[in-house]
């Protein structure tokens, strides 16, 4: 029996055998692969909105005032002044826009789609085979989350560009040495450190991949020496950056990297690399797991990661066999996946395990693993001279030199085997189920809640203010800092000119609105304690005045005041060390106003003749019907 390789000849039809398709063929199918992922993700952020961390960003663009204080800020171990003055020019022209924001997602996507395609060009020419890794990277559900999380976006996208263009710079370095090269790479990855702390591995990465490419040629060793001066520029600007980071986490609203505990780190390791990596890796998984207000997690059913493991398996050692040289790139890609989304994300997210499901943690990585894929199935080399000549500077692969006195062989990375392209449909087609799935626990439904704001702070009368209450937590979880819970700061940007001044800082008013779980704006009642005159009484008085000692210990509360007097009055607020003055107009009998929180008792009096106070109420707006009036009755608060 025969046990040489078994060649599979398939005749293909007169216009594919045509010059024209076979020179623009593989343009025409990387753009058709384009036009697809941009089809599916725009259909997955049809059915997204803005969640979490979106509201946080939007709410503090619009608060706080436009400087270093607010783009240098350390969030949750981010830093990322250029995303943070991404999210302020979208906001400025046009606040909580899904429509704009996905734009400006699908772009960044498409950018990094056509940076990963250049590289694969750079690198291996307009082979047919390139459109297995591009595949790879525009179907990934690793970047389902990533596509339809605003906040994900703004991180990952970015970053992916800049890591896929600082290494088509790198390439370009390595073939001609122009030292133009090495600055635009340094460039790229300045770009990417703006918006992601990650970027700081760019430089590792571009230093391994050269380690690939020219370890052949010059072994390893001769390899890692070379463009030594650029490796020092690059440490430089590791270490500059790194020490800002350190200072930035250390300035007040800082918050920086916690290391976890051993079996934290443990558990956190196992089940990310254990299950949700091979998961993602082949297209999975079918059926997703429990719903966070950003998407599902990933669900590790154990027949899915064993076959998962099992695939993984296959092609790492199917590759190898074919191209020895493939195991250098598999490395490469199995210590990214270790290094920057295992160990880093587990220190910087180490308060919960849930974070080892999330499908956006290895999103950064998607790039990584599309090229050394490419790397595994074929060899790199310099694209033909234009005179027609060998290339220049050529590294190939020892299997495609001629025989000694016999002809030369054929192009090996051309032979394809047939389950090459069998595997890429299949992964597609996996990947097509897992984007349904995923697409059914995205947070579309805050859509509404927005809406119905918009609208009726639009319809709102002038006389009535809006008093901060708190955004769901299905939106927003509750651990988060208090001011960025109040729809005082979150909801404000979908407001326009005085009004969204009247919606950050309320004032005094005869009327109170807030919002409810729905967005619309009812009718408020206070929560909190009170102080209540019996049958229409007034509250009694301490010398001239009548005094109201209530507590105020959280931010957005607010008073009520149900008043008498003859003429128009003030009443002083004394909250802490800072007082204010209230003005109790004669015709009204009510009077809401905000309420700065204090240690201490917050201390309302109102002095003159003929002046009553029948209730004093302090705590927080709520809807009417949900806080049914007074809840606390605090005495001794008058004299």
């Known amino acids: 029996m025969s046990t040489g390789p078994v060649e599979v000849e398939l005749r293909l039809p007169g216009w594919a055998r ?4 076979r020179r623009h063929g593989t343009s025409v199918a990387v753009l058709f692969l384009l036009l697809a992922a941009l089809v599916l993700k725009g259909w997955l952020l049809s059915r997204s909105f803005f969640a979490e961390d979106d509201i946080v960003f939007i709410g503090r663009a619009v608060d706080e005032p436009f400087g270093w204080d607010h ?4 969030h949750i171990g981010h830093l990322m002044p250029g995303a ?8 400025a022209v046009s606040a909580y826009d899904w429509t704009l924001v996905s734009a400006v997602i699908m772009t960044m996507y498409a950018g990094a789609a056509l940076a990963l395609h250049r590289l694969l060009r750079l690198l291996f020419g ?3 085979l390139i459109l297995v890794p591009l595949v790879l990277f525009l179907f990934a559900p690793a970047n389902f989350q990533a596509g339809t999380w605003f906040a994900a976006a703004l991180n990952i996208l970015p970053l992916q ?5 600082a290494m088509c710079s790198q390439v370009l370095l390595i073939r001609t040495g122009r030292a133009r090269h090495a600055f635009a790479g340094i460039a790229w990855t300045c770009a990417g450190l703006l918006f992601f702390e990650k970027a700081v591995l760019i430089p590792p990465v571009l230093f391994l991949l050269t380690v690939l ?4 040629e010059h072994g390893v060793a001769g390899a890692a020496r070379r463009h030594l001066g650029l490796w020092l520029a ?3 600007v590791g270490g500059a950056y790194l020490a800002g980071y350190v200072l930035a986490s250390g300035r007040a609203g800082g918050q920086g990297l916690v290391a976890p505990e051993f079996y934290t780190a443990s558990d956190y390791l196992g089940s990310f690399l254990g299950g949700t990596v091979p998961t993602l890796l082949v297209g999975g998984p079918l059926n997703w797991g429990t719903a966070t207000s950003a998407g599902l997690l990933v669900a590790h059913r154990p027949v899915e990661v064993a076959v998962a493991w099992l695939v993984l398996a296959a092609v790492v050692a199917g590759t190898c066999r074919r191209r020895p040289e493939a195991a250098g790139a598999w490395a490469l890609a199995a210590g990214y996946l270790l290094v920057a989304d295992g160990l880093l994300i587990m220190v910087s997210r180490a308060g919960s395990i849930q974070h080892a499901l999330e499908s956006r943690y290895i999103a950064d990585a998607t790039p990584v693993l599309a090229v050394c894929l490419a790397l595994a199935l074929m060899p790199w080399r310099d694209p033909p001279s234009r005179d027609g000549g060998p290339p220049r500077d050529a590294v190939t692969s020892q299997r495609d030199a001629p025989l000694a006195g016999g002809p030369p062989r054929r192009d090996a990375s051309r032979a394809v085997s047939p389950s090459v392209p069998v595997a890429a449909c299949a992964y597609v087609a996996l990947a097509l189920m897992s984007a349904s799935g995923f697409a059914q626990g995205l947070p579309g439904g805050n859509r509404a809640y927005f809406e119905a704001a918009r609208a009726d702070l639009a319809a709102l009368d002038p006389e009535t203010g809006v008093y901060p209450s708190f955004v769901p937590d299905r939106m927003l979880f509750p651990w988060r800092p208090v001011e960025d819970r109040l729809t005082s700061r979150a909801l404000s940007p979908l407001a326009e000119g005085t009004l969204r001044e009247r919606v950050r800082r309320p004032e005094a008013a005869r009327r109170a609105v807030t919002f409810d779980e729905r967005g619309h704006l009812v009718p408020a009642a206070v929560f909190g304690g009170y102080l209540a005159a019996k049958d229409g009484a007034c509250l009694p008085a301490r010398g001239d005045a009548t005094v109201a000692d209530l507590p105020a210990a959280h931010l957005g509360s607010i008073a009520r005041v149900d008043y008498r007097v003859p003429r128009d009055t003030r009443a002083s607020v004394l909250s802490g060390d800072r007082r204010n003055e209230v003005l109790l107009r004669a015709g009204w009998n009510r009077i809401y106003f905000p309420v700065a929180p204090a240690s ?3 201390r309302i009096s109102v002095a003159g003749k003929g002046a009553c106070l029948r209730l004093v109420t302090v705590g927080a707006a709520v809807p009417e019907r949900a806080g049914g009036g007074p809840q606390e009755v605090v005495s001794g608060g008058a004299g």
Do not use: E, H, I, N
């Not at 943070?84 to 906001?91: E, F, M």
């Not at 560009?161 to 263009?165: D, G, I, N, R, S």
């Open 600 to 602: 201490g008792p917050v």
């Open 234 to 236: 690059y440490v430089a």
């Open 126 to 128: 307009a082979r047919p």
């Open 84 to 91: 943070l003055a991404l999210v302020r020019a979208v906001t």
């Open 71 to 74: 783009l240098f800020r350390v």
């Open 161 to 165: 560009v800049a890591l896929l263009m």
């Open 213 to 216: 490419l020219l370890a052949r």
């Open 18 to 21: 045509s010059p024209s398709f």
